[in-house]
């Protein structure tokens, strides 16, 4: 999380920077104001889900994992509409596809995994038509995410998948036979909690100043780096990338 936090932070310097504006038409898209900033919502999305990861693995409850799911779920799909507002030109139509494409995805991955944690909450309270609106919800979700990778990510998909797709007819006839429980047309909203923030690099970008990046592929990366902390020494001032100079 801590990675992909410091990388939104640099991501929002760089935007702070303003090399739209001082390169005008020579600016690349991946330094346009919509591309960094579409980039940031990713990165933070993508710590959010390390939290996620986290909160699993330390055991803590079902109540604060399907806030931060549902958090996770929310900041991908952010991430997901800040990629389509930067479509419309050819050059554009790859990455653009893809942010969107894993934004999506990614979304409804962790929004099946809430829904399911929800579901359960729901039937163990005796609330039957909200467990089956939230597992409805969480198979319509599991079965949207198609363009998630293979990994350990798909493999907890893929479990989440198994699991709803055998609660829902099972819970339905159960509700037919016994509950006659009211089903709502929409599952309860859950309040999602994103803890995913932009963490300073101020002294990372420091660092980079001694730091050494061979040969030709290194010196603009540490060109970069080095405007980066530059701007963050005189934070607060005027300070831009300066245009190339005229050939």
Request: charged letters at 25%; a negative charge; aromatic letters at 6%.
């Amino acid at each position: 999380a801590k990675y992909f936090q410091l990388s939104a932070d640099a991501l929002m310097a760089a935007q702070q920077l303003q090399p739209e504006t001082v390169l005008d038409d020579a600016c690349p898209f991946e330094l346009k104001d919509m591309a960094l900033g579409a980039a940031q919502k990713l990165m933070l999305a993508q710590a959010q889900a390390c939290f996620c990861e986290k909160a699993e693995l330390d055991g803590l409850g079902a109540p604060l994992r399907t806030k931060l799911l549902a958090g996770a779920a929310d900041d991908f799909r952010k991430a997901s509409a800040a990629f389509a507002s930067c479509g419309g030109r050819p050059n554009l139509k790859a990455i653009v596809t893809w942010g969107a494409a894993t934004a999506d995805a990614r979304a409804a991955q962790y929004e099946a995994q809430a829904r399911w944690l929800a579901s359960e909450a729901a039937g163990e309270k005796g609330d039957y038509g909200a467990q089956i609106a939230h597992v409805n919800a969480a198979s319509a979700a599991a079965h949207s995410a198609a363009a998630v990778p293979e990994g350990a990510l798909k493999e907890k998909l893929d479990a989440v998948r198994a699991l709803v797709d055998e609660a829902v007819p099972r819970l339905k006839k159960e509700n037919d036979l016994v509950y006659y429980a009211k089903v709502p047309a929409e599952p309860p909203k859950i309040d999602g909690k994103s803890l995913a923030k932009p963490m300073p690099v101020t002294a990372l970008l420091e660092a980079a100043d001694d730091t050494e990046l061979p040969g030709e592929e290194g010196a603009p990366l540490a060109a970069f780096l080095s405007s980066l902390a530059e701007f963050k020494r005189k934070e607060g001032a005027a300070a831009v990338i300066e245009a190339p100079a005229a050939a």
